[in-house]
């Protein structure tokens, strides 16, 4: 089981960027894989999450109305649209399951077994 993060990079305040997962070593249609970030002297706090099958997404609020999480199983791939980013957004954003079968969201912290590698995302002029 593999989840690879890629996508971040340096953007400007209110810019967009969209960060991907993508997975391999099982069945994505079956899983809700959760988006997660750690800011510099921060504890790591969940983003967003989608379930396995699209029925449910949730957002913490400090990003609702800007991120949008999506999936595309057919290519065993899940994205997180960030626009209207902000300082506060910066953080090394991880994403990663439970690997609990057709479960909804949210993904708490304390059931996640795979994490995927980061992506550094820094949102500075």
């Known amino acids: 089981v593999q989840l690879q993060a890629s996508g971040g990079g340096l953007v400007q305040p209110g810019g967009s960027l969209r960060v991907s997962c993508t997975t391999s070593?099982?069945?994505?249609?079956?899983?809700?894989i959760g988006w997660f970030r750690q800011a510099p002297g921060k504890e790591r706090e969940g983003v967003s999450c989608?379930?396995?099958?699209?029925?449910?997404?949730s957002y913490v609020d400090s990003v609702k109305g800007r991120f949008t999480i999506s999936r595309d199983n057919a290519k065993n791939m899940v994205h997180l649209q960030m626009n209207s980013l902000k300082p506060e957004d910066t953080a090394v954003y991880y994403c990663?399951?439970?690997?609990?079968?057709?479960?909804?969201?949210?993904?708490?912290?304390?059931?996640?077994?795979?994490w995927g590698n980061g992506t550094l995302v820094t949102v500075s002029s």
């Open positions: 990663a399951t439970d690997l609990r079968p057709f479960r909804y969201c949210p993904m708490g912290q304390d059931g996640i077994q795979y």
């Open positions: 070593g099982f069945t994505l249609d079956y899983y809700t």
């Open positions: 989608i379930s396995y099958n699209d029925e449910t997404t």
